[in-house]
């Protein structure tokens, strides 16, 4: 499997300024072929051109149009082309938006390898072609040193320069595995993650929520970078303090969900969720939905788990996780969402309603288990509501 590990680098001066010419030109070798394509079209309308006859045009005539391309590593240049072709054959295949052209104002990135093996990692420096820069200092080393470098990608990002590295590295080795039993996990918006625990032990997470928490200090930033004139030095600075501020978030955010996710994976051989509306979310809570990032933390729980040769379960859309009694298997009445806590009407349990769901979830399906059979006999799973979201049933407790 290919595996990418995002590096930090620190370049020097020099090596900064041909990070930047490298950038400028992988941006306006991708445009030129695109423009290529785009007269093409207009020649031909409706013609599906072939990507491999653009390419050839488009080397012909680079040196002319932009003869300092002569001072630069081709790969850049051709790593460009490669991302032009790949936009335009998804383009094709329907998986994207009609190709446009990339603005000067889009994030410094360049692609540095010539194929597997022209970029060679040793220790905490990276080795480089000589015109795109050398050997560059890395803040740490490559977790697989021995594997041959396939892929090589430098980006700048709020001042900062990145390599992005891709490894094959063989499922087999990779060196950690999975424990045993199955977990449950209930996601939320209040409690992000409830975790049942194959003991049976019930654990609470929250999220740190950055965006949250330093909103009051980006509205401040924008604010200022608004009232900077266009094109000067301070509205540089200005939009750089927006980014760094935007990058800390980030960062705060992903360490938060690979350091969750790694646990989990780490915890259990079955890591069972229960299939979420997210797009529901997004439209409600748009802005708490997207820094609490749900969607990543589920898309980290799968690869983890298949890395580690454990198993990722989402469980039945309709399986009323919340309403669903762990103790005795009664389904409650709707619950409204402030609901926390409700009563069991059968067996008088005070049951709370996130770790009661996680439990659920983890013993999931419901052949551990017989589940209650109504009248029609039909077992309470069977036309449950997707969102769990109603009136509140008179045996509810307490909200929040």
């Given at each position: 499997?290919?595996?990418?590990?995002?590096?930090?680098?620190?370049?020097?001066?020099?090596?900064?300024?041909?990070?930047?010419?490298?950038?400028?030109?992988?941006?306006?070798?991708?445009?030129?072929?695109?423009?290529?394509?785009?007269?093409?079209?207009?020649?031909?309308?409706?013609?599906?051109?072939?990507?491999?006859?653009?390419?050839?045009?488009?080397?012909?005539?680079?040196?002319?149009?932009?003869?300092?391309?002569?001072?630069?590593?081709?790969?850049?240049?051709?790593?460009?082309?490669?991302?032009?072709?790949?936009?335009?054959?998804?383009?094709?295949?329907?998986?994207?938006?009609?190709?446009?052209?990339?603005?000067?104002?889009?994030?410094?990135?360049?692609?540095?390898?010539?194929?597997?093996?022209?970029?060679?990692?040793?220790?905490?420096?990276?080795?480089?072609?000589?015109?795109?820069?050398?050997?560059?200092?890395?803040?740490?080393?490559?977790?697989?040193?021995?594997?041959?470098?396939?892929?090589?990608?430098?980006?700048?990002?709020?001042?900062?320069?990145?390599?992005?590295?891709?490894?094959?590295?063989?499922?087999?080795?990779?060196?950690?595995?999975?424990?045993?039993?199955?977990?449950?996990?209930?996601?939320?918006?209040?409690?992000?993650?409830?975790?049942?625990?194959?003991?049976?032990?019930?654990?609470?997470?929250?999220?740190?929520?950055?965006?949250?928490?330093?909103?009051?200090?980006?509205?401040?930033?924008?604010?200022?970078?608004?009232?900077?004139?266009?094109?000067?030095?301070?509205?540089?600075?200005?939009?750089?303090?927006?980014?760094?501020?935007?990058?800390?978030?980030?960062?705060?955010?992903?360490?938060?969900?690979?350091?969750?996710?790694?646990?989990?994976?780490?915890?259990?051989?079955?890591?069972?969720?229960?299939?979420?509306?997210?797009?529901?979310?997004?439209?409600?809570?748009?802005?708490?939905?997207?820094?609490?990032?749900?969607?990543?933390?589920?898309?980290?729980?799968?690869?983890?788990?298949?890395?580690?040769?454990?198993?990722?379960?989402?469980?039945?859309?309709?399986?009323?996780?919340?309403?669903?009694?762990?103790?005795?298997?009664?389904?409650?009445?709707?619950?409204?969402?402030?609901?926390?806590?409700?009563r069991c009407p059968s067996c008088g349990s005070?049951?709370?309603?996130?770790?009661?769901?996680?439990?659920?979830?983890?013993?999931?399906?419901?052949?551990?288990?017989?589940?209650?059979?109504?009248?029609?006999?039909?077992?309470?799973?069977?036309?449950?509501?997707?969102?769990?979201?109603?009136?509140?049933?008179?045996?509810?407790?307490?909200a929040d």
């Amino acid at each position: 499997m290919l595996v990418s590990q995002v590096i930090e680098l620190r370049p020097s001066q020099r090596q900064e300024e041909a990070f930047r010419r490298h950038a400028a030109a992988a941006r306006i070798a991708r445009n030129d072929l695109i423009a290529l394509w785009r007269e093409e079209g207009k020649r031909l309308p409706g013609f599906r051109f072939k990507t491999v006859e653009l390419r050839p045009q488009v080397n012909r005539v680079k040196y002319a149009a932009h003869p300092w391309f002569r001072e630069l590593s081709q790969n850049a240049v051709k790593g460009g082309m490669i991302d032009a072709v790949d936009a335009i054959e998804r383009y094709y295949r329907g998986q994207n938006r009609r190709p446009r052209f990339h603005s000067r104002n889009r994030t410094l990135a360049f692609r540095a390898d010539n194929g597997p093996d022209t970029v060679k990692m040793d220790g905490k420096a990276l080795t480089l072609p000589a015109k795109a820069g050398g050997d560059v200092r890395t803040k740490e080393p490559l977790r697989w040193p021995d594997k041959v470098i396939r892929e090589c990608r430098i980006k700048e990002k709020a001042g900062r320069w990145f390599a992005s590295v891709r490894v094959d590295v063989n499922p087999t080795e990779y060196p950690h595995q999975c424990g045993n039993g199955v977990l449950g996990i209930d996601l939320g918006l209040k409690t992000f993650a409830t975790i049942a625990y194959p003991d049976g032990t019930i654990e609470k997470v929250d999220a740190p929520q950055p965006l949250r928490r330093s909103l009051k200090a980006l509205r401040r930033a924008q604010r200022r970078l608004s009232r900077r004139r266009q094109g000067s030095r301070n509205r540089e600075k200005a939009r750089q303090a927006v980014a760094r501020r935007h990058s800390r978030m980030a960062n705060i955010r992903k360490d938060f969900l690979h350091q969750m996710s790694h646990r989990v994976t780490a915890s259990g051989h079955t890591v069972q969720v229960e299939s979420l509306p997210l797009r529901g979310w997004q439209r409600r809570w748009g802005r708490k939905t997207s820094d609490l990032a749900p969607a990543e933390f589920l898309r980290q729980l799968e690869y983890k788990a298949e890395w580690r040769g454990g198993t990722f379960v989402k469980a039945d859309w309709h399986f009323p996780s919340s309403r669903l009694c762990h103790g005795c298997g009664t389904q409650g009445g709707p619950l409204d969402l402030k609901v926390r806590r409700w009563r069991c009407p059968s067996c008088g349990s005070i049951l709370d309603r996130d770790g009661n769901a996680a439990l659920n979830i983890r013993d999931w399906p419901g052949a551990t288990r017989s589940l209650p059979v109504d009248a029609n006999g039909k077992t309470s799973i069977e036309g449950a509501l997707a969102v769990e979201a109603g009136t509140a049933c008179p045996e509810t407790i307490g909200a929040d």
